[in-house]
C-alpha cells in the first residue's frame, strides 16, 4: 500500500515560489494500479518523484506498506522502488541481462542468482532469454527495449513501481500489446503502482483507481467506472470528454450483461420448429443453429423457415459473429456494427453457446449505472 499524506512541493524561484503539488493525500491499496492524469503542468510527474525521492518534497510524508519512508536512507527507499520512465534509461554500454540485474547486483545478489532472475523475467516479458539477453540495447526495437526497462524494474521484486509514461514513445500497435502483456504480469505480480499517464484510454484500460490532476492539486481520486459516470466538476467531465459514456464500454464485460435466455435450434429439428420458436423468443429476423455440444454453426432465416419445409441443418447461413463472454462491451458494439445486428450469441471458453447480448441491454446497463450514480450525487448534495 502507497498512502501520500497531504504531500506538497513548491520550487523556489526568483520571484518567490511555484506550487507545483498542494497538499496531495491519497491511499493506493496493495496490489492495485493507480493512473495519475492531467494536463502537462499539472503536478503528476512531480508527484510520482517524490514518492522516491528524485524530487525531495517540502512537505508531507509518503509510507510504503505502513512504514514512514522519511526514515529511509534514499538508496535504501530507491532500491526497493521500481522505476520505469518513458525514455528507458537504459545502460547501452551493458548486455540486457546486466541492465536487468543492475539493482540485484548492487544488492549483492550472487551471480547464479541473478542470472536466473534475468532468464525468469525475459520469459514474463515475452523475449526469448537464449536469443537477448547477450545483446545490447541498441540491437532492440523500442518496444522490445521498454519491456527490458519494465523487467529491470522488476528485477529485485519490489513491492511499489513507479511508471512515468511508460509506453508513451511507442507506437499504437506495440503500445496496445505491450499493455495488455504488462496487465498479464500484474495479475501474477499484484505490484502496487503509480503510473503516469496523458492518455485517456490508456488510463481507464490500466487503472484500478485514477487520480485527476489540475494547476498541482488533486481534483478527483475515483475507480474508473466512478470517474467516468460522475465527474466531479466541470474540468474533469471536459478532460475526460464528451465520449466518456462510449469510453465505458472497456469497462464491462460481456459476461456481466449476458442473458443466458436464448432461443436455439438443432440441425435435426424442422423448418417449422424453426418458425415456431423464432415466434416464441420473438425473432423477427432468425434463430441461432447449435449442433449437439452447443456450438454455434449458423443461422436459419424466417424468410427460408416460413415458405420452405425441410430440416434446419440443410437451411442456414454462416453466423456473422459471436462474442467471448469475457470481450469488453466496446469489442461487441463495434461488432454489432459491423454486421449491422442488434445483438450477438455469447460463447465461453469451450465454444459453447451460453447465452446473447443486445444493444438494448448494454443501454440499460450503462444508462443505470449513470442514473443510481447522478441520484446518489443529488442526494448528497441536498443533504448538504
Not at 91 to 107: D, G, Q
Not at 214 to 228: A, I, K, N
Amino acid at each position: 500500500m502507497i498512502e501520500l499524506d497531504n504531500l506538497t512541493k513548491i520550487f523556489e524561484t526568483g520571484n518567490g515560489g511555484v506550487l507545483a503539488a498542494d497538499h496531495i493525500s491519497m491511499t493506493v491499496p496493495s496490489g492495485e494500479i493507480c493512473i495519475l492524469l492531467g494536463p502537462s503542468g499539472c503536478g503528476k510527474t512531480t508527484t510520482l518523484k517524490m514518492i522516491n525521492r528524485i524530487i525531495q518534497p517540502t512537505s508531507g510524508r509518503v509510507f510504503i506498506e505502513g512504514e514512514d519512508t522519511s526514515g529511509m536512507q534514499t538508496e535504501d527507499l530507491r532500491r526497493n522502488i521500481g522505476y520505469v520512465i518513458q525514455q528507458i534509461g537504459l545502460f547501452p554500454n551493458m548486455t540486457i541481462e546486466e541492465n536487468i540485474t543492475a539493482v540485484p547486483r548492487l544488492l549483492g545478489w550472487e551471480r547464479q542468482r541473478c542470472r536466473e532472475r534475468a532468464r525468469e523475467l525475459m520469459d514474463v516479458i515475452a523475449m526469448d532469454p537464449n536469443l537477448y539477453l547477450h545483446r545490447y540495447p541498441n540491437e532492440l526495437s523500442g518496444g522490445q527495449q521498454q519491456r527490458v526497462g519494465v523487467a529491470r524494474a522488476l528485477a529485485a521484486d519490489p513491492p511499489v513501481m513507479l511508471m512515468d509514461e511508460p509506453f508513451g514513445a511507442i507506437d499504437p500497435i506495440n503500445r496496445a500489446v505491450i499493455q495488455d502483456e504488462f496487465l498479464r504480469m500484474q495479475q501474477q505480480l499484484k505490484k502496487t503502482i503509480l503510473f503516469v499517464s496523458h492518455d485517456i484510454d490508456e488510463a481507464i484500460k490500466m487503472g484500478d483507481r485514477i487520480a485527476i490532476f489540475r494547476e498541482g492539486r488533486l481534483v478527483q481520486y475515483s475507480e474508473p467506472d466512478d470517474l467516468l459516470a460522475a465527474p466531479k466538476d466541470e474540468f474533469v467531465e471536459s478532460f475526460l470528454g464528451d465520449d466518456r459514456a462510449l469510453k465505458r464500454l472497456n469497462l464491462v464485460r460481456v459476461g456481466d450483461i449476458v442473458s443466458p435466455d436464448i432461443g436455439t435450434v438443432r440441425p435435426g429439428e424442422t423448418l417449422e420448429t424453426a418458425r415456431q420458436r423464432m415466434d416464441e423468443f420473438g425473432y423477427q429476423l432468425s434463430i441461432l443453429l447449435v449442433n449437439d455440444s452447443n456450438e454455434p454453426i449458423g443461422m436459419v432465416p424466417r424468410s427460408v423457415a416460413s415458405v420452405t419445409r425441410g430440416y434446419c441443418r440443410d437451411h442456414y447461413q454462416p453466423v456473422p459473429a459471436t462474442i467471448h463472454v469475457e470481450d469488453t462491451l466496446r469489442k461487441a458494439t463495434s461488432l454489432m456494427f459491423a454486421e449491422d445486428t442488434t445483438w450477438l450469441p455469447c460463447i465461453d471458453d469451450a465454444g459453447q453457446v451460453c447465452g446473447q447480448i443486445t444493444q438494448r441491454a448494454m443501454t440499460r446497463h450503462l444508462g443505470s449505472r449513470f442514473r443510481s450514480t447522478t441520484r446518489a450525487v443529488a442526494a448528497a448534495e441536498s443533504e448538504a
